[in-house]
């Protein structure tokens, strides 16, 4: 079974300007979570998405938004880019069950750099 | 809100020699715990996971992780490392009666290992 990709996976931007990001979650997976990691904050929730809705959302600004489709790939945006959006952003899918338990696989992120 | 301690930032081993990171968690309820690892270059993946029964959690490449519900801790343990184990290991949180299956991450452990 192919992993969870990630699209495009070196992204670089400039202050004020808008990114995508696009997942594709393994096979059969229907909850994509997104996660941002940078070296000061770590690895921190963004939000997480079942079925075409949002379920559960993370601290972050509402310049932060994502998307789900009816083929369970996600799409997270980042509008107005500042510096300190600068980070890898991880995508996890795991199984429709929605129980705790389900590991959340994880995809090579998307490393965006913002100049 | 719950929180993730990890309090080895970067440990250094021999080849041989025996490993024990610590990982402890604020929260008074039901926890579901993971140790993560992501060696370099590649994705996080899954080396545990804890949500009842034995306290004691084998995982894979010979990792295992005690569950002490006294001491709110979840420490990761390998009897003898390998140079192959060089690698971030990250300890990660769920609580499962709020409904939400959003990962608290610790600040992770650089673990090098010396041939």
């Known amino acids: 079974k192919a992993g969870v990709t990630q699209t495009p996976r070196y992204l670089i931007k400039t202050r004020g300007q808008q990114v995508t990001l696009s997942c594709s979650p393994i096979?059969?997976?229907?909850?994509v979570s997104w996660y941002q990691q940078t070296p000061g904050q770590g690895l921190q929730f963004l939000f997480e998405?079942?079925?075409?809705?949002?379920?559960n959302k993370g601290n972050f600004p509402g310049r932060f938004s994502g998307r789900q489709f009816s083929n369970s790939r996600s799409e997270m945006n980042v509008s107005t880019l500042e510096l300190g959006d600068s980070a890898l952003y991880l995508c996890?899918?795991?199984?429709?069950?929605?129980?705790?338990?389900?590991?959340?696989?994880f995809g090579p992120g998307t490393r965006l750099t913002v100049l | 809100a719950q929180s993730v301690s990890q309090h080895n930032h970067h440990v250094i081993l021999s080849e041989a020699a025996s490993l024990e990171l610590g990982c402890n968690y604020s929260?008074?309820?039901?926890?579901?715990l993971f140790w993560y690892v992501q060696y370099p270059g590649q994705h996080l993946q899954l080396l545990l996971k804890?949500?009842?029964?034995?306290?004691l959690v084998k995982g894979i490449k010979g990792f295992e992780a005690e569950f002490i519900k006294s001491k709110f801790s979840f420490n990761l343990r390998k009897p003898s490392v390998q140079w192959s184990d060089t690698a971030e290991y990250f300890c990660?949180?769920?609580?499962?009666?709020?409904?939400?299956?959003?990962?608290?991450f610790g600040s992770g452990t650089r673990l090098q290992v010396q041939p």
């Open positions: 996890a899918s795991s199984l429709p069950s929605l129980a705790a338990t389900d590991t959340q696989y």
């Open positions: 096979s059969g997976h229907r909850s």
């Open positions: 998405y079942f079925s075409e809705t949002q379920r």
């Open positions: 929260y008074g309820g039901t926890v579901n």
């Open positions: 804890y949500f009842s029964g034995d306290p």
């Open positions: 990660a949180v769920i609580l499962p009666d709020t409904g939400r299956r959003a990962l608290t």
